[in-house]
């Protein structure tokens, strides 16, 4: 029988501080990136283009640093990211040009491996049973860093500088975070690992275990960024309902998204299998597409946050724990990484892809997509995954 492990109390807070105080800081500044360059003239597709540059950075350097983790180890990683993260903001705070912006965006991004790193890191740590857990710690850190961060930074926005200052504070104190209280937890052996990911992206389209697991991935991240990216603009046309109207929408779904991950959730989940899981949880996304497709009313849109928040907070974290297990120790890192790879290039092509179904068909374009990509993806799982 496999020795059950679980981190200590004190590890978990410190990733958990760690994953919070990151997104806060990000989500601060994200907000108010089209402001802060509007004084340079630029036109919406370069704001479009600034905003994208981050996770188009992340993309490709998310699997690097993964893969580097499995080299050197995650606590290294994890201060070379926050350290990076520190420097992009204090670049930020004295950029004079639109390119300048742009450049510190990139920067962050390819130094943006600190939520994957933090999985690894929890990966290490846990035993199968209880990784889904630890994952769901760190889930709902991200939640409420995203519910949070906008707020603040909408409180300080009437100055840019102070709310650029309050993020790079931010990824300074995560620095010592990381540098004074967090040991290392996995000792790699460097004669045996390679530097880049490529033979981690090339198993992981290869391996029959892990191929629907990461295609799984691919569709949650379509799912909820087409989500986070047009409901404002579909309740604006729809409802008249303004940015302050939206942003409590929003909060409510973080809300339960956020509690959708918390261990006592998880642990009363843990009942089914990790198959039944993830197709519940898509048949829940498929229901709440339908409801945002046909809503005639308001409370039909809140009635739809509530599948899809709690679909979106069971599969997160699941579909990390099986991959983290499948990748097996060695190669967690870069599996991980190609993990929020993925991710980040979902944040890519749903932007583009819901605006050119609005084009074509309207404001339910988008949840429409997105409601038959849920049941999509529920049959093919409930097909292909052995469990």
């Not at 950029?95 to 390819?110: I, P």
């Not at 609005?358 to 529920?378: E, R, W």
Request: glycine share 8%; with cysteine.
């Amino acid at each position: 029988m496999a020795e059950e492990r679980r981190p200590s109390k004190l590890i978990l807070a410190i990733l958990f501080a760690f994953v919070f105080l990151d997104v806060l800081g990000f989500s601060i500044v994200l907000p108010l990136l089209p402001f802060i360059v509007v004084k340079y003239n630029v036109n919406s597709a370069q704001i479009g283009w600034l905003v994208a540059s981050n996770a188009i950075a992340q993309f490709v350097a998310a699997p690097v640093l993964g893969k580097l983790s499995d080299t050197f180890g995650r606590r290294r990683l994890l201060l070379l990211c926050a350290a990076g993260t520190f420097l992009s903001f204090g670049l930020l705070s004295q950029a004079n040009t639109f390119e300048w912006v742009v450049m510190c965006r990139v920067f962050d991004g390819l130094l943006g491996g600190d939520i994957s790193l933090a999985q690894t890191y929890i990966s290490d740590i846990t035993s199968d049973s209880y990784r889904t857990h630890g994952m769901g710690i760190l889930g709902a850190a991200l939640g409420l860093g995203f519910i949070f961060g906008p707020a603040i930074g909408a409180t300080l926005s009437p100055n840019f500088d102070l709310a650029i200052y309050t993020s790079c504070a931010l990824a300074f104190f995560n620095f010592w975070l990381i540098f004074i209280f967090l040991p290392e937890s996995y000792k790699p052996n460097e004669s045996k690992n390679e530097l880049f990911p490529f033979r981690s992206v090339l198993l992981g389209i290869q391996n029959v275990s892990m191929r629907p697991i990461l295609i799984s991935r691919f569709a949650f991240g379509l799912i909820l960024t087409s989500f986070e990216t047009y409901i404002g603009l579909f309740l604006l046309h729809e409802f008249e309902f303004q940015p302050r109207s939206s942003g409590i929408v929003l909060t409510f779904f973080a809300l339960i998204y956020a509690f959708s991950q918390s261990p006592r959730v998880v642990s009363r989940t843990q009942v089914y299998s990790e198959k039944q899981i993830i197709v519940g949880s898509f048949v829940s996304l498929f229901l709440a597409n339908t409801l945002w497709a046909i809503s005639g009313h308001p409370i039909v849109i809140i009635l739809a946050i509530i599948p899809l928040s709690v679909g979106s907070g069971l599969v997160n974290p699941l579909l990390s724990s099986i991959i983290s297990r499948l990748a097996g120790p060695n190669d967690r890192g870069g599996f991980l990484g190609l993990s929020a790879s993925i991710g980040s290039l979902t944040r890519i092509v749903a932007p583009v892809l819901g605006g050119h179904m609005i084009d074509y068909f309207g404001n339910k374009g988008p949840p429409v997509l997105c409601a038959l990509l849920s049941i999509v993806v529920a049959v093919y799982i409930s097909r292909t995954l052995q469990k």
